[in-house]
């Protein structure tokens, strides 16, 4: 049984916070960028362990979509991927209290 996936709020303003940047350059390259990020998590419903062990967070994995990092929590007996961040490589970890329950 595959699992369901759950974008948090903040990861759903990381990820339009990215498209819009990237649009003001090339709408439509913002709206394949986020297509393929989209699908990219999709992967997780059927390989939630993918992702790497986030040293500092050992609840938190993360999936690399060059060059972004996507930062997700599994719920194994809800059988949920709660996705928590999306982020550019280049910035700085996002800040623990957002990692955290």
Not at 13 to 20: K, V
Not at 40 to 46: A, C, D, I, S, Y
Not at 71 to 96: C, D, G, M, N, Q
């Amino acid at each position: 049984m595959e699992f369901k996936i759950l974008f948090s709020d903040q990861a759903l303003s990381d990820l339009e916070e990215i498209m819009d940047y990237v649009a003001r350059g090339d709408p439509e390259a913002a709206h394949r960028l986020g297509q393929s990020t989209v699908d990219h998590v999709g992967m997780l419903r059927t390989f939630p362990f993918i992702g790497t062990v986030v040293p500092k967070w050992p609840l938190v994995r993360k999936l690399f979509h060059t060059p972004y990092k996507i930062y997700y929590r599994i719920h194994t007996r809800r059988r949920v991927i709660e996705i928590l961040h999306f982020w550019h490589s280049a910035r700085l970890e996002p800040p623990k209290s957002s990692m955290v329950e």
